[in-house]
Nanobody, 126 residues
């Protein structure tokens, strides 16, 4: 069982930065793959980025490449999402999710994740 708690959301002006954290409980968190997703009202949950269990491999949605960076510190049971050059269209609720087993091509699929956090609101104003 893994419990995930996101933090670091807030209100920021366009062009600004935020760093989201996903803190996990459980001594086996270092064996889980972790993804970030975001959701806006009326839309499906959208893949943002993912990182494998060791941190050696990362994956990002094309629209976020070069702006968002995912990383993890397994000693702290935490995964981070650094978001730079934020745009108003980045506004949404950001969720982290964890999966014990993952194939490379399935990282963007919400259905592949076993555990989810409660979400953190990110609002980007112009």
């Amino acid at each position: 069982q893994v419990q995930l708690v996101e933090s670091g959301g807030g209100l920021v002006q366009a062009g600004g930065s935020l760093r989201l954290s996903c803190a996990a409980s459980g001594r086996t968190f270092s064996t889980y793959h972790v993804g970030w997703f975001r959701q806006t009202p009326g839309k499906e949950r959208e893949f943002v980025a993912a990182i494998n269990w060791s941190g050696a491999s990362t994956y990002s949605a094309d629209s976020m490449k070069g702006r968002f960076t995912i990383s993890r510190d397994n000693a702290k049971n935490t995964v981070y999402l650094q978001m730079n050059s934020l745009k108003p269209e980045d506004t949404g609720v950001y969720y982290c999710a964890a999966a014990l087993v993952m194939a490379t091509k399935t990282y963007p699929l919400p259905s592949q994740y076993d555990y989810w956090g409660q979400g953190a609101q990110v609002t980007v104003v112009s």
